[in-house]
């Protein structure tokens, strides 16, 4: 019985390397020329977390990195700006943290719009993907077609397909 599963994932090397990216261009940036700034990648959560002494630097340390990310293939979809802090002294610090994975929400919207297709086949939540099975395998390609066209929110990529 063909099927496929669809997952949502961000290469973490590429996300190391948009960051060694960004560290480099910082040290060259005329405008953070003597300014205290800091990327830092968590190896554990795969977040980023941006530091800077002026709060009105942090907007351009945010775009540095986004636009380093973005060249690297990582979609910015998976990417999400958490709240900025900023402290009465003017140090600001900003986590973007890297979603990884079909939320539980998401991979519900997912599969719902999977069935509304009206297509011969099932879906069903797996660790936090979303596996797609059916008798046909025209059946599946149009489902994946159809979620191509859908925008939910986060970069969809189709693995494992099987005939």
Known sequence: MPSFDIVSEVDRMEVKNAV???LRELTTRFDFKGVTASIELDAKTGSILLAVEDAARLKALREIV???LAKRGVDLRNVEAKDAEISPLGHSR?????????EGDKAKEISKAVKAL????QSSLLDRQVRVTGNKRDDLQKV???LRAADFGVALAYKNFRD
């Open 118 to 121: 009206g297509l011969k086949v």
């Open 66 to 68: 986004t636009g380093k």
């Open 94 to 102: 900003q986590e973007l943290a890297i979603q990884q994975g079909l």
């Open 144 to 146: 994946i077609a159809a």
């Open 20 to 22: 060694d990216q960004s």
